[in-house]
């Protein structure tokens, strides 16, 4: 429900935050920030910056085509977004990983599981990442699409619109770049602690990995409850 048209510039930039805000925790980024991060500290800068590059430009275009198609565009992503199957399964599929997590594999289900665990991430596959993550989540970002509207329904010059659309892409992703401005600041404390991390991590790889399926499975949850709650 759009306010009315008469709202001033401010009123409308308050309103934009608070949905900017709302969209800031996104599971999927965080989960492949905090991998990184344990996984490849060295390599954080190059592997999330392209992660990101590839989530926030599909945001970017599919805001444009937005904010220049009209209602049409959203009315067909909203839905996507209502479509019970597509948000159920999101919440059952992360139950079940979340189950998972909590069992105790057989000695030769071990050896496979470790043998799935990826020692490293190259530009191509953090390109194939993160086109994945846009295309689960993008149809929970319903803050974001309001926000364009807003933006056409009040008549936003073209100019202006398009650097608050930049700017909302941009706070959307703030978690993970503090974490990369962490990294690069305090480079050695934050490899330091994340060494006593991996070592532990490193003592029980099942667990860890049982861990990480855990990760992913309240990440499927989370997306499939927003979508349902939106």
Not at 1 to 11: Q, V
Not at 39 to 67: A, C, D, E, K, W
Not at 74 to 91: A, G, K, M, P, V
């Amino acid at each position: 429900m759009m306010p009315s048209s008469l709202i001033d510039i401010s009123t409308a930039l308050i309103i934009i935050s608070i949905c900017a805000l709302v969209d800031i925790l996104s599971p999927g980024v965080l989960a492949v920030t905090a991998y990184l991060l344990l996984t490849q500290p060295n390599q954080l800068s190059s592997r999330l910056l392209v992660f990101l590059s590839i989530t926030q430009l599909g945001y970017f275009v599919m805001g444009l085509l937005l904010y220049f198609g009209g209602e049409s565009l959203l009315t067909r992503i909203e839905q996507l977004s209502e479509i019970d199957f597509i948000n159920w399964f999101y919440i059952l599929f992360g139950m079940v990983l979340v189950l998972i997590s909590f069992s105790k594999p057989k000695d030769t289900t071990k050896k496979r599981l470790i043998s799935i665990i990826p020692t490293n991430t190259t530009i191509k596959g953090m390109i194939i990442l993160g086109s994945i993550v846009f295309l689960i989540e993008f149809v929970t970002a319903l803050p974001y699409f309001y926000s364009i509207l807003l933006m056409d329904h009040l008549a936003i010059e073209p100019t202006p619109s398009i650097l608050i659309i930049t700017g909302y892409n941009l706070v959307m992703v703030l978690p993970s770049l503090l974490l990369l401005g962490v990294n690069i600041v305090l480079k050695d404390k934050l490899h330091q602690f994340l060494n006593k991390i991996r070592s532990k991590l490193n003592e029980a790889p099942i667990s860890s990995l049982l861990v990480a399926i855990g990760v992913v499975g309240a990440v499927f949850f989370n997306i499939g409850l927003r979508g349902i709650l939106n």
